[in-house]
């Protein structure tokens, strides 16, 4: 069975015919139809439809249109002529013929001359398409150019890398389109360009920068070639380029990393020479020995003179420190064959360390450790020794001065408890009396005037109980040093003690010029010691009084979840912020004591008193805007019946 490309050839072989045959019944119908216009001549008709026969369909068809019209002419049209008539048919038909074989012949050639140039160009429209499809599918950018430098082809890669769009580049100076710049001086690179006479591609695998349409730099590769016709003539020029990012990062990364390998390189040159220079000045003795012999490697100076005599490198330890302390021999030798490190605090060494022959001691913070090498086998050892003679006889001496101190501060809590106690006893009996008596005079005179001796008893009456409170804080102090400060707790109002204390001060508090603000309208109830809570709010109400007279005191005291908050607040001569930690010390006083006086016990106690309780004192000054004293107390007591700061004052 024959194939399709035969099948469709000879179907269109017998159409070829089959029209010459239609385009000479179709002349034979026509000169029919003309034959009175057209007798003397019915060649021309005949002629046209040979013509066009030999046009469309060559050789073949022309001849058999020829024939067919020879056969019409004979039969149809010269049937019944003149015998000078038939010969002068005769010689016209011959003449037909030749004019028609002549005409066939120039059709056929022009046909095919035609048909050829029809392939070639079809050819080439099918290679241009492929080429032009093969091009826009590659993953290299390409772009064209003709002779006058204007883009004519740029696949869709290089339009992605130059940021036009193909509209817009074709028909565009290629300076503009590809914009390159030199990897290392960022320079402009000079235009592409190939010499006429180059029949080969020039500037292979050149690295550029290419500066896209919106700014932005890629690392490329390009090669560029010129594009001639057959005879040499350029038509333009061909570019291609690639993007190189990876391999432009891979080049970066690899020179950095050659940089850093060279400053690593230099910074280990200059820690050598560091290590050395810190070990040969070491404040410390290093001596580094292999073996079980301890053959000295290596050893500082202080290493070399601490035993009296100079270490030999390559020497011997035992053969180079003669009158050394066996011990330490011992301790090298047990180190190198066990392998444990071994540190020693103020190790006393007797030797002869200054070469008279008279051995004394010393003592050395040591350590020796085993010095082992890349597979983990111990090589030597190495020991830093440092001399701490002079620390260890200073420390001594400070621990008997401590002792002498504990002993001298014992001596004085005792004295102040004794005289607090001796000194209590004739205060309260000197209180009493001053009540008894005040009490038995009369409110005024026989004129009807504040009686003058009660305003003396009760100017006798404040400096005996502020005496009396001074002998108090003296034997707290006593009682806390000593944890005999015990706490009895109850269930307290702390508003309602708070008014009552300020009531009680009011006295004072008109002598001094101030005028106490209360604060305290809803009871604030919980577990605290009554006296020692009155303590804390007299104290600093006290030293409100002393440190900001003639101003206002403000007292307030409010619940805040389980907690309780009393603040004290005065206007006076405030405490500078490098003084606001020290004044809760025992004994210290941010001011002088020619002003104001007081032993510097009361924020200290207070401080006491509070912490026991399992709460916390601070304070918020400035100088001369006055200070802000605030306690918070927890409602109830902790867990354990104390807080961790008031181990001296157990819970009764």
Same mark, same amino acid.
């Given at each position: 069975?024959?194939?399709?490309?035969?099948?469709?050839?000879?179907?269109?072989?017998?159409?070829? +015919?089959?029209?010459?045959?239609?385009?000479?019944?179709?002349?034979?119908?026509?000169?029919?139809?003309?034959?009175?216009?057209?007798?003397?001549?019915?060649?021309?008709?005949?002629?046209?439809?040979?013509?066009?026969?030999?046009?469309?369909?060559?050789?073949?068809?022309?001849?058999?249109?020829?024939?067919?019209?020879?056969?019409?002419?004979?039969?149809?049209?010269?049937?019944?002529?003149?015998?000078?008539?038939?010969?002068?048919?005769?010689?016209?038909?011959?003449?037909?013929?030749?004019?028609?074989?002549?005409?066939?012949?120039?059709?056929?050639?022009?046909?095919?001359?035609?048909?050829?140039?029809?392939?070639?160009?079809?050819?080439?429209?099918?290679?241009?398409?492929?080429?032009?499809?093969?091009?826009?599918?590659?993953?290299?950018?390409?772009?064209?150019?003709?002779?006058?430098?204007?883009?004519?082809?740029?696949?869709?890669?290089?339009? +992605?890398?130059?940021?036009?769009?193909?509209?817009?580049?074709?028909?565009?100076?290629?300076?503009?389109?590809?914009?390159?710049?030199?990897?290392?001086?960022?320079?402009?690179?000079?235009?592409?360009?190939?010499?006429?006479?180059?029949?080969?591609?020039?500037?292979?695998?050149?690295?550029?920068?290419?500066?896209?349409?919106?700014?932005?730099?890629?690392?490329?590769?390009?090669?560029?070639?010129?594009?001639?016709?057959?005879?040499?003539?350029?038509?333009?020029?061909?570019?291609?380029?690639?993007?190189?990012?990876?391999?432009?990062?891979?080049?970066?990364?690899?020179?950095?990393?050659?940089?850093?390998?060279?400053?690593?390189?230099?910074?280990?040159?200059?820690?050598?020479?560091?290590?050395?220079?810190?070990?040969?000045?070491?404040?410390?003795?290093?001596?580094?020995?292999?073996?079980?012999?301890?053959?000295?490697?290596?050893?500082?100076?202080?290493?070399?003179?601490?035993?009296?005599?100079?270490?030999?490198?390559?020497?011997?330890?035992?053969?180079?420190?003669?009158?050394?302390?066996?011990?330490?021999?011992?301790?090298?030798?047990?180190? +190198?064959?066990?392998?444990?490190?071994?540190?020693?605090?103020?190790?006393?060494?007797?030797?002869?360390?200054?070469?008279?022959?008279?051995?004394?001691?010393?003592?050395?913070?040591?350590?020796?450790?085993?010095?082992?090498?890349?597979?983990?086998?111990?090589?030597?050892?190495?020991?830093?020794?440092?001399?701490?003679?002079?620390?260890?006889?200073?420390?001594?001496?400070?621990?008997?001065?401590?002792?002498?101190?504990?002993?001298?501060?014992?001596?004085?809590?005792?004295?102040?408890?004794?005289?607090?106690?001796?000194?209590?006893?004739?205060?309260?009996?000197?209180?009493?009396?001053?009540?008894?008596?005040?009490?038995?005079?009369?409110?005024?005179?026989?004129?009807?005037?504040?009686?003058?001796?009660?305003?003396?008893?009760?100017?006798?009456?404040?400096?005996?109980?502020?005496?009396?409170?001074?002998?108090?804080?003296?034997?707290?102090?006593?009682?806390?040093?000593?944890?005999?400060?015990?706490?009895?707790?109850?269930?307290?109002?702390?508003?309602?003690?708070?008014?009552?204390?300020?009531?009680?001060?009011?006295?004072?508090?008109?002598?001094?010029?101030?005028?106490?603000?209360?604060?305290?309208?809803?009871?604030?109830?919980?577990?605290?010691?009554?006296?020692?809570?009155?303590?804390?709010?007299?104290?600093?109400?006290?030293?409100?009084?002393?440190?900001?007279?003639?101003?206002?005191?403000?007292?307030?005291?409010?619940?805040?979840?389980?907690?309780?908050?009393?603040?004290?607040?005065?206007?006076?001569?405030?405490?500078?912020?490098?003084?606001?930690?020290?004044?809760?010390?025992?004994?210290?006083?941010?001011?002088?004591?020619?002003? +104001?006086?007081?032993?510097?016990?009361?924020?200290?106690?207070?401080?006491?008193?509070?912490?026991?309780?399992?709460?916390?004192?601070?304070?918020?000054?400035?100088?001369?805007?006055?200070?802000?004293?605030?306690?918070?107390?927890?409602?109830?007591?902790?867990?354990?019946?104390?807080?961790?700061?008031?181990?001296?004052?157990?819970?009764?």
């Amino acid at each position: 069975m024959a194939s399709s490309p035969d099948r469709l050839a000879e179907s269109s072989s017998w159409g070829r +015919y089959g029209l010459a045959l239609l385009a000479t019944t179709l002349a034979f119908a026509l000169q029919s139809f003309l034959w009175q216009w057209l007798a003397p001549s019915p060649y021309l008709l005949f002629l046209s439809a040979v013509l066009l026969a030999a046009w469309l369909g060559g050789y073949g068809p022309g001849a058999l249109s020829t024939a067919f019209s020879l056969l019409l002419i004979h039969f149809f049209f010269h049937q019944g002529s003149a015998p000078p008539s038939a010969s002068h048919h005769a010689l016209s038909s011959a003449l037909f013929t030749g004019v028609a074989a002549l005409m066939t012949g120039v059709c056929a050639r022009a046909r095919s001359t035609f048909q050829e140039a029809q392939r070639a160009r079809a050819s080439s429209l099918a290679n241009g398409h492929v080429l032009s499809v093969t091009l826009r599918s590659i993953g290299d950018a390409v772009l064209t150019t003709d002779s006058n430098g204007l883009i004519r082809f740029i696949n869709p890669v290089a339009c +992605y890398f130059t940021g036009w769009r193909e509209p817009e580049a074709i028909g565009q100076p290629l300076s503009r389109i590809l914009q390159l710049l030199d990897p290392v001086s960022r320079e402009p690179l000079p235009l592409l360009s190939v010499p006429q006479e180059e029949a080969r591609p020039i500037q292979l695998g050149r690295q550029a920068l290419l500066l896209s349409k919106n700014g932005a730099e890629l690392p490329i590769e390009h090669t560029d070639a010129p594009i001639t016709d057959s005879e040499g003539r350029p038509l333009g020029t061909v570019i291609v380029f690639r993007d190189i990012s990876s391999r432009f990062r891979e080049d970066h990364e690899r020179a950095q990393l050659l940089a850093r390998e060279h400053d690593a390189h230099l910074e280990a040159e200059s820690q050598r020479e560091r290590l050395e220079t810190l070990f040969m000045q070491a404040p410390v003795a290093i001596c580094l020995s292999r073996g079980p012999e301890h053959v000295v490697e290596l050893v500082n100076p202080l290493g070399q003179t601490l035993v009296g005599e100079h270490l030999a490198i390559g020497r011997s330890v035992r053969e180079t420190t003669s009158g050394l302390d066996p011990n330490l021999l011992q301790l090298l030798d047990e180190v +190198y064959r066990k392998g444990q490190p071994v540190v020693g605090h103020e190790v006393p060494v007797r030797a002869d360390f200054s070469g008279s022959g008279q051995q004394e001691v010393k003592y050395f913070d040591l350590t020796v450790q085993p010095w082992r090498g890349v597979d983990g086998e111990t090589l030597g050892t190495m020991a830093l020794c440092a001399e701490v003679t002079e620390e260890v006889l200073a420390r001594r001496e400070v621990e008997a001065l401590a002792q002498d101190l504990q002993k001298a501060l014992q001596i004085r809590d005792d004295f102040l408890s004794v005289a607090s106690h001796e000194l209590k006893t004739p205060l309260t009996s000197l209180q009493l009396q001053l009540q008894l008596l005040w009490r038995s005079l009369p409110e005024t005179d026989a004129e009807g005037n504040p009686h003058p001796a009660r305003k003396r008893i009760e100017a006798t009456r404040r400096p005996a109980e502020r005496l009396h409170q001074l002998v108090n804080n003296l034997l707290d102090v006593s009682r806390i040093r000593a944890g005999r400060l015990a706490l009895e707790r109850e269930t307290v109002d702390f508003a309602a003690l708070l008014q009552d204390v300020v009531t009680r001060a009011e006295a004072d508090a008109a002598g001094a010029g101030c005028r106490l603000v209360l604060q305290a309208e809803s009871p604030v109830v919980g577990r605290w010691d009554r006296l020692r809570l009155e303590q804390v709010v007299t104290n600093l109400l006290s030293n409100a009084l002393k440190y900001g007279a003639a101003h206002p005191v403000e007292l307030s005291v409010v619940q805040e979840g389980s907690c309780a908050r009393l603040t004290v607040r005065d206007h006076g001569i405030g405490v500078a912020p490098e003084n606001q930690a020290r004044i809760f010390q025992r004994f210290e006083r941010a001011v002088s004591e020619r002003h +104001y006086g007081g032993f510097g016990l009361g924020l200290w106690i207070v401080k006491q008193i509070v912490e026991s309780l399992g709460g916390d004192i601070r304070v918020e000054s400035l100088l001369g805007q006055g200070s802000t004293f605030t306690v918070t107390l927890p409602v109830e007591p902790p867990p354990s019946g104390r807080s961790p700061a008031s181990g001296s004052f157990p819970t009764v």
